[in-house]
């Protein structure tokens, strides 16, 4: 019995030996003269993290919400206006404003963190909170 034991323990010495000379080979190969290998790897990755990036630009990414009463006898702030703008300050601000009898929507384009129609100061207000630091 002892015997099939020290032939089990054999064979695993053999198998780890084994298996640390082949993860030493797979270290070496990966390791070319210059580490052309690597570099190419790291310049792929840049590449495609910069490509990313680009793609992120353009994403509404930066928002901001601002509630208010737009009448004085109304509580609630159950009237908004919400800036969705990505990176370069591009997007729309839309505003819902809430009375008792009825509610208005408006929809305002933005560029380059302006717009070219009137923004109330909520609107305004809800751009410059977008707006990163």
Do not use: C
């Not at 790291?42 to 910069?50: I, S």
């Not at 302006?114 to 909170?129: D, G, K, Y």
């Amino acid at each position: 019995m002892w015997i099939l034991d020290v032939a089990a323990l054999v064979v695993a010495v053999l198998a780890a030996a084994l298996a640390v000379v082949a993860l030493r080979r797979q270290a070496r190969s990966r390791r070319t003269p210059g580490g052309e290998a690597l570099t190419e790897d790291v310049q792929g990755l840049r590449q495609e993290v910069a490509a990313l990036r680009a793609e992120a630009g353009d994403a509404l990414r930066h928002l901001a919400v601002v509630r208010y009463d737009a009448f004085g006898d109304m509580g609630g702030h159950l009237s908004w206006s919400l800036a969705l703008l990505d990176d370069a300050g591009n997007g729309v601000v839309l505003t819902s404003i809430h009375g008792r009898s009825d509610a208005r929507t408006y929809a305002k384009n933005v560029a380059s963190w302006s717009s070219q129609q009137q923004l109330s100061p909520e609107e305004e207000e809800a751009i410059t909170h977008a707006r990163p630091e």
